[in-house]
């Protein structure tokens, strides 16, 4: 049972447009979302959070959005570039315990 | 800089084989996970550790033990490896989180590891 899907496989967008990766979860126990960045041969890298009492937050390029009604959240790359051609991977987490529940993963390639 | 560190970057084991796959962190972090990365099906946790000699089963345990005897070395173990172990195995640190308001956002963060890409014949 998949508490955290990322539907699209993959997402293919040119350079400088607008890259929107999305996520749903089903659990409404989650506290905390965050979104690793992963390059082929290396390990995730964080790149953006957010809490639950939020809706909204930016870093620079990257804004994820929450909308906890729906249990959705996105991530904004705008504009994109081609170094953000990697996997993406959305997590979740809930305050009792350390761990992350993990997204199967979007590929995005930014074409040039 | 938070560094983790895996002992291999590529393995290649036949059937049978008992195979470590070793991880060591340098940031005195309180828990450590053992993940694997396979396509279409993201990260799934295999074993994780909230303190030295505690370990805790995942989601995908079967087939994995774990060992940790010291606080920055999480070894992982496949008893007797087979082809479906095949994959890409990440390893992973974070600090132990507060509860309410005591939990920061370094709390929820986990620094992984380059990962070992595990073939097994």
């Known amino acids: 049972d998949q508490q955290v899907k990322q539907n699209s496989p993959s997402l293919s967008v040119q350079e400088g447009r607008i890259s929107i990766l999305n996520c749903d979860y089903t659990?409404?126990?989650?506290?905390?979302f965050l979104w690793y960045k992963k390059y082929p041969a290396e390990g995730p890298t964080f790149l953006i959070s957010i809490s639950s009492i939020k809706d909204k937050n930016e870093d620079g390029r990257f804004t994820v959005f929450l909308n906890k009604s729906a249990k959705h959240l996105s991530l904004h790359i705008v504009p994109s570039q081609p170094g953000d051609s990697a996997v993406y991977f959305c997590a979740a987490s809930q305050e009792y315990g350390n761990k992350l529940v993990f997204g199967a993963g979007t590929i995005l390639r930014v074409k040039s | 800089d938070v560094k983790v560190t895996q002992s291999s970057r590529y393995l290649v084991k036949r059937t049978g084989e008992k195979v470590f796959l070793e991880c060591v962190q340098d940031m005195d972090h309180e828990n450590m996970f053992w993940y694997r990365q396979d396509p279409g099906l993201g990260l799934r946790l295999i074993y994780f550790s909230y303190d030295v000699k505690m370990k805790e089963k995942g989601d995908i345990p079967e087939g994995y033990s774990v060992s940790r005897e010291k606080k920055e070395r999480f070894s992982l173990i496949l008893e007797s490896a087979s082809t479906n172990q095949t994959s890409m195995y990440l390893c992973?640190?974070?600090?132990?989180?507060?509860?309410?308001?005591?939990?920061?956002?370094?709390?929820?963060?986990?620094?992984f590891g380059p990962g070992t890409r595990l073939t097994v014949t």
């Open positions: 992973a640190s974070s600090l132990t989180g507060g509860s309410g308001v005591g939990r920061t956002s370094s709390s929820y963060e986990q620094y």
């Open positions: 659990n409404s126990m989650f506290d905390y």
